[in-house]
C-alpha cells in the first residue's frame, strides 16, 4: 500500500541553524502539507502546497518557514533559523485533491537545543 | 471558544467493550470530518472519513456526524488491546485545505 515517507526519523540540532526536512508523498498525489505536533500538544496546520505554489498557510508559517518542491517526488519543509520553539513532531501529510483525505507520514521528530 | 473540542481522557475499557469517542466543534463552516488513530510517536493514520451529515460503517468503525448539533462520533465495537492508541477528530471546510483537529483521546484497552 503506497504511504507517505519522511527523513530524516530524528533530526537534533543547534538554535539559529537551519533545518531541512524530507518528505516523499503518495506517488499519485497532488496536493502535499506539513503539520506539526508539540509535545503533548494538537497537530497543527503549517502549510498547504499544489502545483507548485503555497496554497494557504496558517500564522504560524512565518518567513523563517519555507517549502518547496525541489523534484518529481520530495516535497521540502525548511526552517531558516531554528528555534528553541520550534522543537516539535513535523508531519507531511498528501492528498489526491483538497476534498480528498490527506494522508500521513510517519513524522521527523525536531529538537532545537 | 476552541474550534474544536475533544476529551483527552484517558479512557481505559476491558476488551471487546464498545468505545464511544466524541468530538464538538464550533465552526459551522465545517464539512469533512475526520477519525485518526495516532500510536505513540507515530504519524495520525486514517480511519474514517466522512462528507456531512450521517453515518459510516467500517468493520469495527462507525462514524456519526450531526451537523445540527455540532457533534461527531467514533464508535469502536468488540475493541481490542490493539486498538490503543489516541484517537483525533480532524474537520475541514469546503473552502479550505487545512484539517483542524481535537486534542485527541488516550485509549487503553486491557486483555
Known amino acids: 500500500e503506497p504511504e507517505v515517507t519522511q527523513t530524516p526519523s530524528h533530526q537534533v540540532t543547534q538554535m539559529g541553524q537551519e533545518v531541512i526536512l524530507r518528505c516523499v508523498p503518495i506517488?499519485?498525489?497532488?496536493?502535499f502539507y506539513w503539520y506539526r505536533q508539540i509535545l503533548g500538544q494538537k497537530v497543527e496546520f503549517l502549510v498547504s502546497?499544489?502545483?507548485?505554489?503555497?496554497?494557504?498557510k496558517s500564522e504560524i508559517f512565518d518567513d523563517q518557514f519555507s517549502v518547496e518542491r525541489p523534484d518529481g517526488s520530495n516535497f521540502t519543509l525548511k526552517i531558516r533559523s531554528t528555534k528553541l520553539e520550534d522543537s516539535a513532531m513535523y508531519f507531511c501529510?498528501?492528498?489526491?485533491?483538497?476534498?480528498?483525505?490527506?494522508?500521513f507520514g510517519p513524522g521527523t521528530r525536531l529538537l532545537v537545543l | 471558544q476552541k474550534e474544536v473540542e475533544q476529551d483527552p481522557g484517558p479512557l481505559s475499557v476491558p476488551e471487546g467493550a464498545i468505545v464511544s469517542l466524541n468530538c464538538t466543534y464550533s465552526?459551522?463552516?465545517?464539512?469533512?470530518f475526520m477519525w485518526y488513530r495516532q500510536y505513540s510517536r507515530k504519524g495520525p493514520e486514517l480511519l474514517m472519513y466522512?462528507?456531512?451529515?450521517g453515518n459510516k460503517e467500517d468493520g469495527r468503525f462507525t462514524a456519526q456526524v450531526d451537523k445540527s448539533s455540532k457533534y461527531i462520533s467514533l464508535f469502536i465495537r468488540d475493541s481490542q488491546p490493539s486498538d490503543s492508541a489516541t484517537y483525533l477528530c480532524?474537520?475541514?471546510?469546503?473552502?479550505?485545505?487545512?484539517?483542524?483537529f481535537g486534542e485527541g483521546t488516550q485509549l487503553t484497552v486491557n486483555p
Open positions: 501529510a498528501s492528498s489526491e485533491a483538497p476534498e480528498r483525505p490527506q494522508y
Open positions: 506517488s499519485n498525489h497532488l496536493y
Open positions: 502546497f499544489y502545483n507548485n505554489e503555497i496554497s494557504e
Open positions: 465552526n459551522s463552516a465545517f464539512q469533512y
Open positions: 466522512t462528507y456531512s451529515s
Open positions: 480532524a474537520m475541514r471546510s469546503t473552502s479550505g485545505s487545512r484539517l483542524t
